[in-house]
């Protein structure tokens, strides 16, 4: 599978989306494909781990790394005893005062690379 990217044109500063979608790790709030935020360990900061419950049951076991606040955020995890490996980034840039695009990278890898 190719890495799925979205990129967004959002009516808001880096600064409100980080606080009302990342800083309380509610993603279900805002990720269509996230029914439940699971045994979150903290707030959105390097090393946090939680669990993505998606809509079709499965679940997804998450570490953040890479936080820069009101900025970018890396989540790596891994399924199926470690063999396909998950990345997601996620980039939030100004276009201007009250404007921000949100890039959003999601990709598998498995043990041959990219799945």
Aim: one cysteine or more.
């Amino acid at each position: 599978m190719a890495p799925v990217e979205r990129t967004t044109a959002v009516k808001s500063t880096p600064v409100t989306i980080w606080s009302a979608c990342f800083e309380q790790m509610k993603w279900d709030v805002w990720d269509p494909d996230v029914k439940e935020m699971k045994d979150v360990s903290g707030g959105c900061v390097n090393g946090t781990t939680f669990v993505f419950v998606m809509h079709d049951g499965s679940m997804i076991p998450m570490e953040l790394r890479n936080v820069v606040n009101n900025t970018s955020l890396s989540a790596f995890g891994s399924i199926k005893g470690g063999a396909i490996k998950l990345e997601l980034d996620i980039v939030i840039s100004p276009i201007d005062a009250s404007n921000s695009n949100i890039n959003y990278i999601f990709q598998l890898k498995g043990c041959l690379g990219t799945i």
